[in-house]
């Protein structure tokens, strides 16, 4: 019997995927085991310009999505480049950059709409491995530059229904 071999996800496909566990996560728990998955222990991050904690960031995307029933992501460009600089074993570590949207499900209904926001993001990261992780792929994020905006979407209401002129 042969035994599986693990393969890595290429660099755009692990930072998609990540990206979409974290805000797909359902529960505190899910989402704390997503973003640790994610993101570095000794990350460096700056959200619109200003510099903030790990604890300060997971914080900011836990608030975007606490209370909802998951979202929906959609990517609209991935562009990467590889830092094979390790000799020894070429890896899927490099630089990403990812433009994407997140439809964030709210579990509360006004009149039968579901209420939703949209974050948008441009999201440039830096993956590397992380010799601190003991699993087969320990690649995390330690540097992150993200341009983001989480706007709740407006309910739309259809319109009464006409009144048609009865002729009598």
């Known amino acids: 019997m042969s035994q599986a071999v693990p393969i890595l996800l290429t660099l755009d ?8 566990t974290v805000y797909s996560a359902k529960t505190a728990d899910d989402f704390a085991t997503a973003f640790d998955a994610f993101i570095s222990q000794d990350v460096t991050i700056k959200v619109n310009g200003k510099p ?24 609209n460009g991935t562009v990467t480049v590889l830092d ?21 499900l709210g579990r509360i209904f006004t009149l039968g709409q579901r209420q939703t926001s949209t974050v948008t993001s441009s999201l440039n990261v830096v993956v590397t491995t992380d010799p601190s992780v003991k699993e ?4 995390r994020v330690s540097v992150l ?3 983001l905006t989480d706007v709740e979407n407006p309910i739309t209401f259809p319109p009464p229904p006409t ?3 009865t002729t009598a």
């Open 145 to 147: 530059d993200e341009v």
């Open 13 to 20: 496909t692990w930072v998609q995927q990540h990206i979409t």
């Open 84 to 104: 094979n600089t390790e000799s020894f074993r070429p890896t899927e570590a490099g630089t990403a950059g990812v433009f994407f949207k997140a439809t964030v």
């Open 52 to 75: 903030m904690s790990r604890e300060q960031y997971e914080a900011l995307i836990m608030g975007e999505i606490k209370n909802d029933d998951g979202a929906t992501v959609a990517f």
């Open 163 to 165: 009144q048609s002129a």
């Open 136 to 139: 087969f792929d320990n690649r």
